[in-house]
């Protein structure tokens, strides 16, 4: 299946500007392909307002988020590929989405998928064993 990220992106962008808030999206700088201003990198991520107010074009397409923008009075045009995507919320209230890793995505340390994402699979290319699930806090 393809990656249900930009899909809830999208969905929740519309869902807070429709209740009068200011969406803002939590990014992974490190992430390979990032455009983003680096002198207001912290800790490795950027939190950016995309309100309609704040910048211009925006397209959330099924690879990626972009747009122009300002950012101290120099434009720029923004890049982010939609895995560096960590979160979107309501400035005013904090409510949203923090997304996770999702099955088979590339680990940001190795490139590879992790060991508890990949399906163990019997010699006929079935599923082994039972199903997992596990609680997210």
């Not at 923004?78 to 209230?93: C, D, G, K, Q």
Request: proline share 9%; with cysteine.
């Amino acid at each position: 299946m393809t990656s249900s990220r930009p899909y809830l992106v999208r969905a929740f962008n519309e869902w807070i500007l429709d209740n009068h808030c200011t969406p803002h999206i939590v990014v992974d700088a490190s992430i390979q392909g990032v455009q983003v201003p680096a002198d207001h990198v912290a800790n490795g991520q950027i939190v950016l307002n995309i309100s309609p107010s704040a910048v211009k074009a925006l397209a959330i397409g099924d690879e990626a988020l972009e747009f122009s923008a300002r950012f101290g009075g120099v434009p720029m045009q923004v890049y982010i590929p939609l895995p560096a995507v960590m979160a979107i919320y309501a400035r005013e209230n904090g409510e949203g989405m923090v997304f996770g890793s999702e099955p088979g995505s590339p680990d940001p340390d190795g490139g590879k998928p992790r060991e508890s994402d990949r399906d163990a699979k019997d010699d006929s290319g079935r599923p082994s064993g039972r199903p997992s699930l596990k609680v997210v806090k």
